[in-house]
């Protein structure tokens, strides 16, 4: 599409007419965001503009970006707005939230997140740090006491990491009001409201001596962690959107995000000190988080990850160009099918087979360029929360997840290449903080069983059930030569096989042979 070269140099802001409704500045503030990336701003900012409109009330959002700048300049210098832009192959459309009242970046003054925290007016945390930001170890599941991070907010000052930040604003809170408040996961991880409330409670406990007691039966008393389960496919921003925002709005955006049409938020009702009503924009409060989180991260995320290794592998650049290819196609509806589907357990009243075919249609949204590269980010903690589960329940049952060794293998085949094995440009693209672990454990190893091994079994990179596991190991390492000696397209086509062959998924009757 060719866009008309216009000079605008009009910003958006509040005083700048143009032709997408502006909502009226919320009351005052009444909730803190942890991860003010895009996909906070094109998800539970804009649940928060439709209970606002629905209701009001002081329930306006403050923005914490981590380290970055960009978003945080970019939104000061437009009076807090930016545009939402919902891409589908039959066009672009534009929606301009406007539930913000601040934002600031962590790194800048990092007494402000506790600070704010303990701010009476904030009755809600929210937080979108990804799977990587919650300092745990993903053998253990437990805090990771040995991160030097956690360490120094341990020891005091200001509080670097998430977690810290959570048990040192809390703890703060508890000795100024005591008020309550609840703080809400927005990331994909398992029951991610508990899991978030223990680490912020074995922060509390690693302090030294009874430091931590008031906060943690402040805690106990005042204080909830529901679970959530949300889901809107998010790229990053390109210049291209830029330059389209700016011919649609007729005014210079320097923060838009480009969502899917496809919005889903499930939570369970649990709050302390109230919450937005955030059904007005079609959040649903279920005490079914567990069953619609194992949905989603299983058979959307899940598969996700195979979509976007074999797609990289193959050299394409884009989710929807992977899942065009007939056999990619294939490995993502049968691992999405036999392998993730037998551990789901439908949240009342959905329909798992509506739910995925209308995936299928999600990844094949071509005009939003969603990358592979981007999906294979991060997938020493992503795979963590997708893959072990239902690997362990098929085990269990003496049944090989063929397609799940075959995510692994394909993992590892972009992030650990052997010897001289060249896995692209869309691999290398990939960022993964196990990057150098994995990388000495490539070194190290002459062929893909030895890799394997290091990784799932040493490492104990996918939790320490899996570690065990030798037949799902040797498979894996199986696979992973396979792609490196006769390609990407020859793994697959073994996979499909196997998986298609009843005898060869039952693990009995494979070592009675
Ligand atoms: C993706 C998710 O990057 C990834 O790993 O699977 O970000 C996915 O797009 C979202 O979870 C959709 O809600």
Redesign the pocket.
């Given at each position: 599409m060719i866009f008309m070269q216009i000079s605008v140099d009009r910003k958006l802001g509040r005083s700048t007419p143009v032709p997408v409704e502006v909502p009226a500045a919320p009351a005052g503030a009444g909730i803190l965001h942890l991860g003010l990336g895009s996909?906070h701003r094109a998800h539970q900012a804009v649940y928060t503009a439709a209970a606002l409109q629905a209701e009001g009330g002081a329930w306006g959002i403050v923005g914490v970006a981590s380290r970055s700048r960009a978003v945080v300049d970019a939104m000061h210098a437009q009076d807090l707005l930016y545009s939402v832009a919902t891409i589908s192959p039959a066009g672009t459309s534009l929606s301009i939230p406007g539930a913000h009242v601040d934002a600031f970046v962590a790194a800048d003054d990092l007494r402000r997140v506790p600070e704010t925290i303990a701010d009476p007016g904030i009755r809600v945390v929210t937080i979108t740090v990804t799977e990587n930001g919650y300092s745990y170890s993903p053998a253990t599941e437990h805090l990771d006491l040995a991160d030097e991070i956690i360490q120094a907010d341990l020891r005091g000052g200001a509080p670097r990491s998430t977690i810290g930040q959570l048990a040192r604003g809390l703890q703060r809170r508890a000795s100024l009001s005591g008020a309550p408040i609840s703080i809400l996961s927005c990331d994909?991880l398992a029951a991610n409201g508990k899991h978030t409330a223990k680490l912020v409670r074995e922060f509390l406990h690693a302090l030294p001596g009874a430091e931590g007691a008031e906060a943690l039966a402040y805690l106990d008393a005042a204080v909830t962690f529901p679970s959530s389960m949300?889901?809107?496919?998010?790229p990053t921003t390109t210049a291209a959107l830029r330059a389209q925002t700016r011919h649609l709005l007729g005014a210079v955006d320097e923060a838009p995000v480009p969502a899917e049409p496809f919005t889903?938020w499930a939570i369970e009702d649990a709050f302390a000190a109230g919450r937005p009503a955030w059904q007005a924009g079609g959040a649903v409060f279920t005490d079914e988080v567990g069953r619609y989180e194992q949905m989603?991260v299983r058979l959307?995320?899940g598969t996700?990850?195979l979509i976007?290794y074999l797609g990289a592998l193959r050299g394409v650049d884009l989710i929807p160009e992977s899942i065009a290819i007939d056999e990619v196609a294939d490995a993502a509806r049968t691992v999405m099918r036999r392998e993730y589907e037998p551990s789901v357990e439908a949240p009342t009243g959905v329909d798992l087979r509506a739910y995925e075919g209308e995936l299928f249609e999600r990844w094949a949204n071509t005009a939003l360029g969603?990358r592979t590269s981007?999906?294979?980010?991060?997938g020493s903690v992503?795979l963590r929360q997708r893959i072990p589960e239902p690997a362990l329940q098929a085990l269990r049952q003496g049944e090989m997840p063929h397609l799940i060794a075959l995510t692994v293998a394909g993992y590892l085949s972009c992030l650990a290449p052997l010897g001289e094995f060249d896995p692209g440009r869309q691999a290398a693209a990939m960022t993964d903080p196990a990057r150098e672990r994995l990388a000495t454990a490539a070194a190290a190893s002459r062929g893909g069983a030895e890799l394997a091994a290091r990784v799932v079994t040493e490492q104990q990179l996918f939790g320490a059930a899996l570690a065990g596991e030798t037949a799902f190991i040797g498979r894996v390492g199986d696979l992973i030569d396979t792609i490196r000696t006769g390609g990407v397209d020859a793994a697959v086509a073994d996979a499909l096989a196997a998986s298609h062959t009843p005898e060869s998924n039952d693990l009995q009757q494979r070592s009675a042979r």
């Open positions: 996909f994909n949300v889901d809107r496919i998010v889903m989603k959307l995320n996700h990850s976007a969603h981007q999906v294979g980010s991060d992503k």
